[in-house]
């Protein structure tokens, strides 16, 4: 089992900034995709932004050129800076992950989730 843990949400003002980030822990061989979605109450969860192992990016249209994601291999962790902040970012954030046990087993895992609340 692949175990992921969020932190770094908070509350902050429009237009303000947080850094989420989501270390993964377990028996893992390897990680494939990693990534941010979210969450609000009646809503279906959606994504946010996605990163490969090697690097290669791709963002809800709503957060381009204010998100970044990025991830640190070694240490098994994605990281999402979150720039010019919206109350309409305001949701649960939620850490995914496309990972394999061992070779070939693979299966998708989420976190449990961190909120970020955007005042006006």
């Known amino acids: 089992q692949v175990e992921l843990v969020e932190s770094g949400g908070g509350l902050v003002q429009a237009g303000g900034s947080l850094r989420l980030s989501c270390a993964a822990s377990?028996?893992?061989?390897?990680?494939?995709?990693m990534g941010w979605y979210r969450q609000v109450p009646g809503k279906q969860r959606e994504l946010v932004a996605t990163?490969?192992?090697?690097?290669?990016?791709n963002y809800a249209d709503s957060v381009k050129g204010r998100f970044t994601i990025s991830r640190d291999n070694a240490k098994n962790t994605v990281y999402l800076q979150m720039n010019s902040l919206k109350p309409e970012d305001t949701a649960v954030y939620y850490c995914?992950?496309?990972?394999?046990?061992?070779?070939?087993?693979?299966?998708?895992?989420w976190g449990q989730g961190t909120q970020v609340t955007v005042s006006s």
């Open positions: 377990g028996t893992i061989f390897t990680i494939n995709v």
């Open positions: 990163i490969t192992r090697s690097g290669s990016t």
């Open positions: 995914n992950c496309y990972a394999a046990n061992w070779p070939g087993d693979y299966a998708f895992y």
